[in-house]
């Protein structure tokens, strides 16, 4: 029945199966007798809480059933009793490994609200017996109001998880952005030079004394035999100093 509940109360928490808790997660500690709590709550900072829903109920169903006052107080002690034996056991066993768990504490589930409540009137130390051994008393109102506490605090961390992710990659973005207006300076840079190495062959081409583009042009008024002429786009500056053409009538006197 506590199984049942505990359900019950974690579909209802906002906290997430199987990331935010995980039921039955069993560990061996120190090689020893294998333990498989309930649940376990995970926290922020790799922390985690075990619940326990085992908590036993024979004697306050038994002494809620009483006939008389003698048997209902007998009935309410030994219910008393079975829960300090209860808290004893939990606080007895070893928790998950360190590098699987920080546990800080054990939840002792009690499903029936009437039950702890019985037993704290008959004994109101109860509650410090199980602080004094690291467990927390739970009824489902008290649990409920935890695990949504919990799970508020994971909305919190998921949205911080985000925010750290954002900052990161725009972090990233304006580095890689950096990097890329280097590279487009270095770019403009290697254009520049190679436009200056373009001019510079250009000019030795069709600028200058004994320009080659001018003398080819002589050659082909000499009588050089090319099928294509040079393009335009490349004139050739005249050189005053070179000779005129000698045309084919002057050849022929």
């Known amino acids: 029945w506590g199984e049942v509940v505990l359900t019950s109360i974690l579909e209802r928490s906002g906290l997430r199966a199987g990331e935010d808790y995980a039921f039955r997660e069993s560990y061996s500690p120190d090689g020893g007798q294998r333990l498989r709590p309930d ?12 619940i326990d829903s085992k908590v036993p109920l024979a004697a306050f169903e038994a002494y809620v059933n009483a006939q008389s006052d003698a ?7 030994n219910h008393v009793a079975a829960l300090h034996g209860h808290i004893k056991d939990l606080a007895g066993r070893a928790p ?13 589930f009690v499903p029936v609200e009437g039950a702890l409540a019985a037993a704290l009137r008959q004994d109101p130390n109860l509650t410090g017996f199980a602080v004094e051994n690291n467990v927390a008393l739970a009824t489902p109102a008290t649990l409920m109001l935890a695990l949504r506490s919990v799970a508020h605090v994971w909305q919190v961390e998921r949205r911080n998880r985000r925010a750290e992710a954002i900052a990161e990659r725009a972090g990233r973005l304006c580095d890689s952005f950096a990097g890329y207006l280097g590279d487009m300076e270095l770019l403009g840079d290697h254009l520049v030079r190679a436009r200056h190495a373009y001019e510079e062959a250009l000019g030795k081409l069709s600028s200058g004394r004994d320009n080659i583009i001018g ?3 002589q050659l082909r008024e000499m009588g050089a035999q090319a099928a294509k002429s040079l393009p335009g ?3 050739a500056e005249q050189n005053p100093d070179v000779a005129p053409t000698i045309g084919d009538a002057e050849l022929q006197a």
């Open 233 to 235: 786009s490349f004139p």
């Open 39 to 50: 649940v376990v709550i995970n926290l922020p900072g790799e922390q985690r809480v075990v």
């Open 96 to 108: 998950p490994p360190a590098s699987e768990s920080q546990r800080d504490y054990t939840v002792l």
């Open 71 to 77: 048997e209902s107080l007998v009935e309410l002690t």
């Open 215 to 217: 003398q080819v042009e």
